[in-house]
C-alpha cells in the first residue's frame, strides 16, 4: 500500500505542477480594457512592462473606406503582432495630426498643444500603471511629424519608463517594418 499510496501522491503532484505552470502560461487578454483591475496587474507583469499604443487617425479615406481605416489597420496589425509577443494595448487612439484633411467630412483634428498634451498624459498614464516600456505604433502618414516632436519633448525631464515610436503601413501588416526610432 505504501508504495502505491506513494506512487499517487507523487502523480497528484505532478498533476498539480503542471496545472500551475499552464494556469501560468495562460494568456490574459491584451486589449486594456477587457482587462478586469486584478487581470490588468497580472497582464502588465505577464507583458513585462510592455504596453502598446496603437496610433491611428479619423479621417476621410475616399468614398470607400471607413473614416477610422488608419485606426483600424493598426489596431489589426498590433493584435497579430501580438499572437507572438504578449503584450497589454491600449484602446483605439486617434488623436493625431490631420491638419490637411479636416475640412474633410467625419475627419477629427485636434490642436497641436492638445495632440501633444493628450499623448503626453496617455503615455504618462501608461506608465503609471506599470506600462514602464511603451511601443508607440503609428498607422497614419500624417503622425510621422508629430510623432519625432513628441520624441524629441520626452527629452526635457527624467522619466521612469521609455517610449518608441514604430511606423506601420498597410502591406507591413503581414511583412516587416519600414521604420523605427527610439526615444
Known amino acids: 500500500m505504501t508504495k502505491v499510496r506513494r506512487s499517487v501522491v507523487l502523480t497528484l503532484f505532478a498533476l498539480l505542477l503542471s ?7 495562460t494568456r490574459l487578454p491584451t486589449k486594456w480594457e477587457e482587462l478586469t483591475g486584478p487581470d490588468f496587474i497580472s497582464a502588465v507583469n505577464q507583458a513585462r512592462g510592455v504596453c502598446v499604443l496603437p496610433f491611428g487617425i479619423i479621417e476621410k479615406h475616399g468614398p470607400h473606406l471607413p473614416l477610422g481605416t488608419d485606426l483600424l489597420d493598426v489596431r489589426y496589425a498590433v493584435l497579430n503582432a501580438l499572437q507572438q509577443e504578449y503584450a497589454v494595448v ?10 490637411e484633411a479636416q475640412h474633410q467630412p467625419g475627419t477629427l483634428a485636434y ?15 501608461m506608465a503609471r500603471n506599470g506600462c514602464k ?5 503609428n498607422g497614419h502618414g500624417g503622425n510621422d511629424s508629430l510623432l519625432p516632436l513628441f520624441a524629441q519633448s520626452q527629452l526635457a525631464s527624467p522619466r521612469d519608463y521609455s517610449s518608441v515610436r514604430f511606423r506601420t503601413t498597410a502591406r507591413e501588416c503581414a511583412g516587416t517594418p519600414s521604420n523605427e526610432d527610439s526615444d
Open 111 to 125: 490642436s497641436l498643444i492638445t495632440q501633444l498634451t493628450l499623448l503626453q498624459e496617455t503615455v504618462k498614464e
Open 90 to 99: 491600449f484602446p483605439e487612439y486617434y488623436f493625431g495630426q490631420i491638419f
Open 133 to 137: 516600456k511603451v511601443v508607440i505604433v
Open 19 to 25: 496545472a500551475e505552470v499552464s494556469f501560468a502560461q
